[in-house]
Each structure stands twice: as C-alpha cells, then as structure tokens.
C-alpha cells in the first residue's frame, strides 16, 4: 500500500474514533451498533484495515453522521468543491467543541442539498437558452 493510501486509511481511522468520542460511545457499543467486530472496528480505527462501503454505511448510521462524510474521509467520494472547503474550515477551527462542528456541518449539507434539489429543474430549463437571474 503507498504511503498517500496508509496515511487516508490512518486519517479515516481517527476521523472515526473522534465521532466515536463526540457521540459519547465505547468501542464496543460503536461496534455493536454498526454490527461490526469488535476487532475489526479496532484496526479500522488504527488504520489498519480497508473498510468496504458497505462497513462506513453502518459506521456512519451507528455514528448519527452521512456515510458520504466516510466516502470522502475513505477517498471512495471525491469531496464537493464548494462544501468540502468549508466544512474542513468548521472542523479545523478550535474554538468549536465536535459537537458543534458536527452540528454546524451537517446543518450546512443539508441546506446545499436543499438548495441542489431545488436548483434542479430550474438548471435544466436554463439549458435550453432561456435566461434567468442569477443568485
């Protein structure tokens, strides 16, 4: 494995062990929630092992946070231009507890989600040469 794939599969390891830490649970109870081994949690979360998408899925629902938060940390997703700069910006500043940065991150996915859903029809009817006002 290059150096680049242990340091993503390390830095996803500590990514999870820390949303394991702000939600409050044991290795053991993450492990029993997302219906993974004990062990296998553990090297995952020393960035031994490669999980499968099907494994971040049932980590991130046991974590309360969107497996596309693990699809990214993992490098199975590429981040959003737009939101994953700003996102790390929130989960680097030291002022915020993880709490917060969990909160504020999630609030602001939600509302890009909201705001793409809505911009779809309106996208496609833009296409067609027709102008719209812009934002």
Known sequence: MSNDATGRLRDLGSFIRAQRGTAHLSLRRLSELAGVSNPYLSQIERGLRRPSAEILQQIARALRISAETLYVQAGI???????????????????????????????????????EASAGPE??????????PSR
């Open 123 to 132: 996208a496609a009817s833009t296409e067609g040469g027709s102008a719209s």
């Open 77 to 115: 997703l590429e981040p959003r231009e737009d939101s994953s700069d700003l996102a790390r910006q929130i989960l680097a500043d030291p002022q915020l507890s993880e709490d917060h940065k969990q909160a504020l991150v999630q609030i602001y996915l939600s509302f890009r989600r909201e705001d």
